[in-house]
């Protein structure tokens, strides 16, 4: 059985930074494409970024330059580093994990950019 502990969301200015974590549980991790996703209300999820097995990377438009994205392999657990958040940056982001016909979602936390 697949679980995440996914951390590190909450109320941030617009300008900051937050620093979300997503240690997962029940698979072998080092195999796996992670990735963070999001969504905002009445919007649909979309990629945030992704980081391969082998650690390329993929970037959203609307956060390269921003977000960066990362793994440490020795504790299954992924990371996304948010700089300069905006307004518009308000959503769920969800853990996700990849690997060929599986893919596994967190349950989501929330990070809300407000003055």
């Known amino acids: 059985q697949v679980q995440y502990v996914e951390s590190g969301g909450g109320l941030v200015q617009p300008g900051g930074s937050l620093r979300l974590s997503c240690a997962a549980s029940g698979i072998i991790f080092i195999m796996y494409t992670m990735g963070w996703y999001r969504q905002a209300p009445g919007k649909q999820r979309e990629l945030v970024a992704h980081?391969?097995?082998?650690?390329?990377?993929d970037y959203a438009d609307s956060v390269k330059g921003r977000f960066t994205i990362s793994r440490d392999n020795a504790k299954d657990t992924v990371y996304l580093q948010m700089n300069s958040l905006k307004p518009e940056d308000t959503a769920v982001y969800y853990c996700?994990?990849?690997?060929?016909?599986?893919?596994?979602w967190g349950k989501g936390t929330l990070v809300t950019v407000s003055s």
């Open positions: 996700n994990a990849m690997y060929y016909g599986n893919n596994y």
């Open positions: 980081i391969t097995s082998g650690g390329s990377t």
